[in-house]
């Protein structure tokens, strides 16, 4: 078991073992308990009720949120031509060809999301092994391989607090949904909008309770626990 600094067990403390908390509260006590220099990013996590190995129980979908994530979000952009003209008009940070996978596999990798024109994907492909494993990889199924008139409305939700949320190999998912410095009802807004939109991609094969479990924490403090009916509540009452 990893061994817990002092600051993390000093603001451990205020956690009730086995209390199941309210969203506002939880944020609350999340934000009491941030002990960082920095500005801390607020976590949402959900074990899920559905097979990581199972096809038809993936869930993967993007998030607009609704206020950001609170950080500039680096966009890079493979395209060609028009699309690169696009995308550097929609404030995309790097646009380019070749000239950029020659970087990445040359191990630059100063950008947070990338978009892909479907004509630059048997090029791209080749950088899935680096890209892959750091969710940095272009997909059709996120919404970030898209024609290129397209691509500055997805440039734009970047850079605005687009987040992507998947299924990892053990049934969780991990989803920042702000700053510890948000306003509580900022942070509650995009909690509701996440889990809106987890709810709406429930697969096909689901079966049983969709979500299982679910906690609150910021990068460096303890979690939380969320009562998952009054979690589900606020997303409900939110969307209205």
Do not use: C
Not at 126 to 135: A, Q
Not at 212 to 221: I, Q
């Amino acid at each position: 078991m990893t061994k817990r600094g002092k600051k993390y067990q000093e603001a451990s403390k205020i956690v009730a073992e086995g209390k199941a908390y309210a969203p506002d509260e939880a944020i609350e006590l999340a934000k009491e308990a941030a002990y960082a220099k920095f500005d801390e990013t607020v976590e949402l996590h959900l074990k899920m009720g559905v097979n990581p190995r199972s096809a038809d129980q993936q869930v993967r979908g993007v998030i607009l949120l609704p206020n950001g994530l609170g950080k500039r979000t680096r966009v890079l952009v493979f395209s060609q031509g028009e699309g690169i003209r696009a995308a550097e008009e929609a404030g995309a940070d790097y646009a380019g060809a070749d000239d950029l996978i020659k970087q990445i596999e040359d191990g630059w990798l100063e950008f947070d999301v990338s978009v892909a024109t479907p004509d630059m994907m048997p090029k791209v492909a080749k950088l899935g092994r680096i890209l892959g494993r750091r969710g940095l990889m272009p997909n059709p199924k996120s919404g970030t391989v898209v024609p290129p008139q397209d691509l500055g409305r997805v440039v734009d939700e970047a850079r605005k607090g687009r987040a992507e949320f998947r299924l990892d190999r053990t049934a969780i998912i991990h989803l920042p949904i702000g700053k510890i410095s948000f306003e509580k009802d900022r942070l509650l807004e995009n909690l509701s909008a996440a889990v809106e939109a987890i709810v709406r991609a429930k697969p096909s094969g689901a079966k049983g309770q969709y979500i299982r479990s679910a906690s609150l924490s910021t990068s460096m403090g303890p979690g939380f626990k969320l009562d998952i009916a009054s979690m589900l509540a606020l997303s409900s009452s939110m969307s209205r």
